[in-house]
């Protein structure tokens, strides 16, 4: 799963519109969110780090409930943006999630796990648990 770095609110303007997962690396503003969120209808997540995401106002948070996009807290570790524009999460997890799923493990337990074992946190691992 690749997840799209923003760093700032002009490169807003040049994504690309099927983008399904973003991590804005930068405070965003209401505007900010309604012009991604018309820039790229298909947007499922809109992830943000922890410090930015306690700002987010009410009137967006329930802007983004009524759209079916999730607001999640957290970040992308390590990610050097001058390589790559995208972060991708290793497909090891999925390999990981499978491999607990046929240990008869429950989703909460394998959320727990992950969480403890990678740097995702556990809004994210729910995300891809649910779009496997």
């Known amino acids: 799963m690749k997840i799209r770095v923003v760093s700032s ?14 991590h804005l690396a930068f405070r965003p503003s209401n505007k900010d969110i ?9 947007v499922e997540v809109i992830q943000l780090p922890g410090s930015y995401r306690r700002t987010v106002s009410k ?3 329930m802007f983004l409930e009524m759209q079916g996009i999730r607001l999640i ?3 992308v570790w390590g990610h050097r943006k ?12 999925k390999e990981k999630i499978n491999a607990l799923r ?7 337990q394998i959320i727990e ?4 074992e990678t740097k ?11 779009n496997e």
């Open 9 to 22: 609110r002009n490169e807003i303007q040049e994504l690309n519109p099927g983008e399904k997962v973003i």
């Open 59 to 61: 009137s967006i948070e």
């Open 82 to 93: 001058d390589i790559n524009e995208y972060y991708t999460v290793s497909p090891t997890i």
């Open 113 to 116: 796990k992950l969480s403890r």
């Open 34 to 42: 309604f012009t991604l969120v018309q820039r790229c209808p298909d």
């Open 102 to 108: 046929d240990e008869g493990k429950s989703d909460s």
């Open 120 to 130: 995702i946190n556990e809004d994210m691992l729910i995300y891809i648990l649910e």
């Open 73 to 75: 807290e957290g970040d």
